[in-house]
């Protein structure tokens, strides 16, 4: 289906990225595409919500992001309230979502506008918790300091039921992870981590991340978590700096939930999703992620290689051992057609369509 309106996420910090949008902004005057910028840096007004965001930029059915992992976040959040697409224009450093170069844009939006783009859909989290989620006006103060607006607390969701002891659906959609972590430097957070409903245990540690397959490079990555394909369902723990002997993260199936309650001797608890403070538990609080029915659909202009990207990106070595084997060959994939066997399976195409 041709693109009718575009919205736009520049990072504006980013002179590259302000000469990518008005190659945008020439393509769209160009086909005749409303194309309308999304400031969601603005430091003059109040953050938005995903859904106002996308209300207020006429709910385009394409939103592009001009930036790194950071920015195409951002427009994701955006994008999945309207089930808008997301191309990426990669200007970033160590991106795993952005794609396409600034070099390329022009070709990109034709491939989109035309229906030649792949579209590859990516697993979201979502949230309940013991209560709608707030942020105390002196804490959201001493955060914002030297920083832009914040985005407001989650809403609750129009399904949520009174009592029944499940709380609030929160208005939470979540590509990367949801994370709960220590508020004060010197006193860690106390959680009981529920799967599937049942406790797993106790932990006291600096953070704990959920995170989604595509969120396994990031903040779970870090903290020594699994890498996990993006092109998989699955929900990842993660123990962050945890004072007791178990600290491996656990891969649990996509039904499973992830409870956190915050125990009654526990500091407060921030909770984070894909990087953006949205509020803050008590002793006692609790939160529930799980996947959500919401799925991000990104735009790719060839089938994705995750794990030539995921050498590039780390700069993974070979071990010292194998020096003298030589360098491996890029590709294990023959020329040949593909057995009955392997039909179906996720392959690099062959060389003479590389």
Sequence with gaps: MPVRRIGLVVHQGRATARDAAHAVHAWSEAHGVRCTEIDVWAKDQHRRAGREESEAAGRPDLVVTLGGDGTFLRGARIAVKSGAEVLGVDLGKVGFLTEVP??????ALDAVHEGRAIVEERMTLTMRASRPLDIPPE???LLRYGRGPMLPPPQVRPETTEGGGWGCALDVTALNDVVLEKLARDRQVSVGVYLAGGLLASYSADALAVATPTGSTAYSFAAGGPVLSPHMDA??????AP?????RSVVAAPDEPVGLRVLPHSGQAAVSVDGQLR?????GDWIGVFRSPQRVRLIRLRPTDFYGRLRDRFRLTDAP?????????????PDTPVPPDLAGMRLPPP???R
């Design 102 to 107: 600034a070099c390329d844009i022009g070709d």
């Design 139 to 141: 804490m959201e103060a």
């Design 235 to 240: 929900v990842v723990f993660t123990p962050i």
């Design 243 to 247: 004072h007791m002997t178990f600290d």
């Design 279 to 283: 509020g803050v538990l008590d002793p």
């Design 321 to 333: 051992a194998t020096a003298l084997d030589g360098p491996a060959a890029p590709f294990f994939r």
């Design 351 to 353: 060389a003479a369509a």
